[in-house]
């Protein structure tokens, strides 16, 4: 069973940075397709980045092009979120999800494992 592990959230200022890890265990991490989601209280899941297992060509929301970089350490089996100009329309629970397919996708139902999530909060 694959286990996936968020870290890093916390509450920041607009304008500042984080950045967020995501640590995987229990399959083998460099064949995975992996994203990052974002939800905040009453809305839908939202796609915000994803990485192949090629590690190729990521795919970002519209709304973080520029901001966010998504990176992977498949020796440490870890994904990371490097989120900078932070602002408080990111606030929200950030989560991480893997495709066993080595794919990644706008939809979260077409991912295989989903961690916990770590929350992330901008004040104005």
């Known amino acids: 069973q694959v286990q996936l592990v968020e870290s890093g959230g916390g509450l920041v200022q607009a304008g500042g940075s984080l950045r967020l890890s995501c640590a995987a265990s229990g399959g083998t991490f460099s064949n995975y397709g992996m994203s990052w989601f974002r939800q905040d209280a009453g809305k839908e899941r939202e796609f915000v980045v994803g990485i192949r297992s090629s590690g190729n060509n990521p795919a970002y929301a519209d709304s973080v092009k520029g901001r966010f970089t998504i990176s992977r350490d498949n020796a440490k089996n870890t994904v990371y979120l490097h989120m900078n100009s932070l602002q408080p329309e990111d606030t929200a629970r950030y989560y991480c999800?893997?495709?066993?397919?080595?794919?990644?996708?706008?939809?979260?139902?077409?991912?295989?494992?989903w961690g916990q999530g770590t929350q992330v909060t901008v004040s104005s």
């Open positions: 999800a893997a495709n066993v397919g080595g794919y990644t996708h706008r939809i979260p139902s077409l991912y295989d494992y």
